[in-house]
Antibody, heavy 121, light 108 residues
Framework: QITLEASGPTLVKPTQTLTLTCSFS??????????VGWIRQPPGEALEWLAH???????YYSSSLKSRHTISKDTSKNQVVLTMTNMDPVDTATYYC?????????????WGQGALVTVSS | DIQMTQSPSSLSASVGDRVTITCRAS??????LNWYQQKPGKAPRLLIY???NLQSGVPSRFSGSGSGTDFTLTISSLQPEDFATYYC??????????FGQGTKLEIK
């Protein structure tokens, strides 16, 4: 059974760096064809893909965040970490992590429950 | 970047209706198109992957079709639990895995 859980601070101040951790179980991020992605959703708005990382450590980022974010994995801990620098109130959103697999044509087939992050002074 | 455009942005329908939502890509994405359902306060749920493959556990009233740039999600007979927001997403270019803007399906 695949599960994912996003965790991190609920409140960050403008200009601070956000670090979010996705802890998962039921799969290994060293297995071929597997990845983990981050997607966010501001209140009342649409989903926005942020980044994803594959089993082979290939990483892909949304250009809309202008290189403010970094994704990394710790296979031994079953974790993926997303960091975002220079946070702004417009970054207030629910942040989701999700599983990717070649078996589902690299769709996001399992999602965590999401972590709400508010950016405010 | 590949842009994903859904239509309509909102839709009112009744239980038992047949509903179709469309998604258009700004360039060909072959069949690398996925559909998600999201209910308020919940994480999205994968319905369809690879344009037409039904995810395990998803009711058969949901179906997807299309290839290239034009895709559709069809719900053959709306049930009360289907009122939600639906998103398409392309997974053709790893460089950009973007979503459509969503279609909110409401009860008429």
């Amino acid at each position: 059974q695949i599960t994912l859980e996003a965790s991190g601070p609920t409140l960050v101040k403008p200009t601070q760096t956000l670090t979010l951790t996705c802890s998962f179980s039921g799969f290994s991020l060293s297995a071929s064809g597997v990845g983990v992605g981050w997607i966010r959703q501001p209140p009342g708005e649409a989903l926005e893909w942020l980044a994803h990382i594959y089993w082979n450590n290939d990483k892909y980022y949304s250009s809309s965040l202008k290189s403010r974010h970094t994704i990394s994995k710790d296979t031994s801990k079953n974790q993926v970490v997303l960091t975002m620098t220079n946070m702004d109130p417009v970054d207030t959103a629910t942040y989701y992590c999700a599983h990717l697999s070649a078996a589902a044509r690299y769709s996001f087939d399992y999602w965590g429950q999401g972590a709400l992050v508010t950016v405010s002074s | 970047d590949i842009q994903m455009t859904q239509s309509p942005s909102s839709l009112s329908a009744s239980v038992g209706d047949r509903v179709t939502i469309t998604c258009r890509a700004s360039q060909s994405i072959n069949i690398n198109l996925n559909w998600y359902q999201q209910k308020p306060g919940k994480a999205p749920r994968l319905l369809i992957y690879g344009a037409s493959n039904l995810q395990s556990g998803v009711p058969s009233r949901f179906s997807g079709s299309g290839s290239g740039t034009d895709f559709t999600l069809t719900i053959s007979s709306l049930q009360p639990e289907d009122f939600a927001t639906y998103y398409c997403q392309q997974s053709y270019h790893s460089l950009v895995y973007n979503f459509g803007q969503g279609t909110k399906l409401e009860i008429k």
